[in-house]
């Protein structure tokens, strides 16, 4: 029998782990879980902008908008919804979803979502070479047009 390990290989269980975890309900699944997406250079510089888009608003020194409280990474279930950050308002949490190219936030706005809880997420695409002050000013650029939409419809 084999499980899958914090890293997405598959194992093969010894004899006793097998039937521990065919006995114990809290392992039940284990050796039934499928393994995790592979990472490939896609998905690793995706990762690595998506870090740096978050880095970016970490720290203090900055200027921001009235408006902003903070940012926040997405919830595992929001992240399948097809949401990476939240940014804080006095409002609420505007959605945001960062991508590397125009090319892949066009296929993820193209893509049918099990989740369409959010009428509109800001897809934002960041740089490599993009300095963290621009990455924020564009962010509170978006969520400013955002977040005017949303006012004029709440005061209707």
């Known amino acids: 029998m084999y499980k899958f390990n914090r890293h997405g290989i598959r194992v093969l269980l010894d004899t006793n782990e097998y039937v ?62 097809g949401t990476d950050f939240f940014m804080q308002t006095t409002e609420g949490e505007i959605p945001f979803n960062v991508k590397s190219s ?26 490599a070479e993009e300095h963290p002050g621009n990455i924020r000013r564009r962010a509170f650029t978006a969520a400013k047009g955002w977040r005017a939409e949303f006012l004029s419809i709440v005061e209707l």
Request: proline content about 5%; overall charge positive.
């Open 20 to 81: 521990n975890s065919k006995s114990d309900p809290s392992n039940a699944a284990t050796h039934k879980r499928k393994p995790k997406k592979k990472l490939n250079a896609s998905n690793i510089k995706g990762k690595a902008r998506e870090e740096k888009f978050f880095q970016a608003f970490q720290g203090t020194g900055f200027k921001v908008p009235d408006f902003y409280v903070g940012m926040r990474r997405a919830t595992e279930e929001e992240d399948k919804a």
């Open 102 to 127: 125009r090319t892949t936030l066009n296929k993820h706005n193209q893509k049918k979502w099990a989740f369409p809880d959010y009428e509109r997420i800001i897809g934002f695409i960041v740089k």
